[in-house]
């Protein structure tokens, strides 16, 4: 069965249909003559910018034009990822992926210039119907086979983390009185202060809170290959899907010291701030109700417990509590960084993306073998993507 750039697209009756469909939106459009000067470096050509928005996906283009159409690539000149030269009711464009973003070029003939939004929008269209009919399917197969690539967010959410705990840091740390002669004046203003400070630390807290479990989740599924990754026997997708805690029994042995400990105060701190705060400030098991005691009043249904609810206080988080949530996140990080996952923290600081086709898992995986052999894996695989990044490749 033939297959279009290794994709394994069969040709059924239903491609042909969506691939003749696209050829009759793009009936206008027609391969570039061998002999067509090249607009990029050749005088007398309109350059432009498109919008970002309209092409989201610039390699969706190349698909339809190259990989569908058949048109060929033009010479790709500096900064450049691919180019294709084309005529649009015979007059010759040529649309490239650069560096920074997608450039539409159009030569001029004599007074007759080419309707930009009009060709644009015929290919936007194209591109739509290729997503649709074709491209869907096989997005369906692939993220079925494994062969998929996960974008790696741990700085970012890292530096939202980061964020909100220095904010919080900075609320919680001692702060001078304002200085006045009036008693009264003095106490109001030191209890206005000390109100505006446990409402930033609190809330700053937990935002953090929030941003630490989801670095936490983020660093699981990039630790997945580095802990008996079956490709044949791991659904990614159910297992991205999965809540943290059997993220983290997946990959790591939560029975083992100091994990253990570690994984029941991360439960503690996530069932008592994060999952409170994220449904509603509804503690577990009616745990934030009240019930009604005749002539007694709403009494809270944890009774004497209530002091350790997160309602207890005008605040959620107070400083002491604060601090042993930092310290309990660094202790994580720590062990992460240092004993137990080590080679996963550290390709999930490289910034690089995880692609989980075979050939790339395996690679990785000899590496891992020796640190120092990792180490340069790393610092090839990051010089490749700077050269694309840059499109200097």
């Not at 997005?139 to 062969?147: H, M, R, T, Y």
Request: proline letters at 3%; glycine letters at 6%; one cysteine or more.
């Amino acid at each position: 069965m033939r297959t279009i750039q290794r994709l394994s697209i069969p040709m059924t009756s239903g491609f042909t249909n969506a691939v003749d469909n696209i050829k009759q939106r793009l009936r206008d459009f027609a391969a570039a003559d061998s002999s067509a000067p090249d607009l990029v470096w050749e005088a007398g050509a309109t350059r432009g910018s498109v919008e970002r928005n309209l092409f989201p996906v610039p390699n969706l283009i190349l698909f339809v034009l190259h990989g569908l159409c058949s048109f060929p690539l033009g010479y790709r000149g500096d900064k450049t990822h691919w180019i294709v030269p084309f005529t649009y009711r015979g007059l010759d464009c040529a649309i490239s992926h650069e560096k920074f973003g997608v450039r539409l070029y159009t030569a001029k003939d004599g007074n007759v210039d080419v309707n930009r939004n009009e060709l644009l929008g015929k290919l936007r269209k194209a591109v739509e119907s290729a997503e649709k009919h074709i491209l869907a399917d096989v997005a369906e197969e692939q993220i079925k086979s494994g062969n998929i690539t996960i974008a790696n967010q741990f700085h970012r959410l890292g530096n939202q983390y980061t964020y909100f705990r220095e904010r919080a840091e900075s609320a919680h740390s001692p702060t001078s009185r304002n200085a006045t002669n009036d008693a009264i004046e003095g106490i109001a203003n030191l209890l206005t202060q000390s109100f505006r400070v446990s409402a930033e630390g609190a809330y700053n807290a937990l935002a953090m809170i929030d941003a630490y479990f989801s670095r936490l989740e983020h660093l699981l599924v990039l630790t997945l290959p580095f802990c008996s990754y079956e490709r044949g026997q791991d659904d990614l997708t159910d297992f991205v899907g999965k809540i943290w805690s059997e993220k983290m029994k997946r990959v790591l042995d939560i029975e083992a010291s100091p994990m253990h400990e570690y994984y029941d105060r991360l439960v503690n701190v996530k069932e008592k701030y994060r999952n409170t705060f994220a449904h509603g400030g509804f503690e577990k098991k009616g745990a934030s109700f009240y019930f009604h005691l005749p002539r007694f009043g709403a009494i809270p249904a944890s009774m004497s417990g209530h002091k350790n609810s997160v309602h207890f206080n005008l605040f959620p988080i107070e400083t002491d509590s604060f601090s042993e949530i930092c310290r309990l996140f660094d202790e994580v990080d720590e062990w992460f960084k240092r004993t137990g996952m080590p080679l996963a923290w550290q390709f999930a600081e490289s910034g690089l993306d995880l692609s989980f086709d075979e050939e790339n898992i395996s690679e990785m995986l000899a590496a891992a073998s020796d640190s120092a052999l990792f180490d340069e894996w790393l610092d090839r695989k990051s010089y490749f993507s700077d050269m694309y990044s840059n499109a200097d490749y």
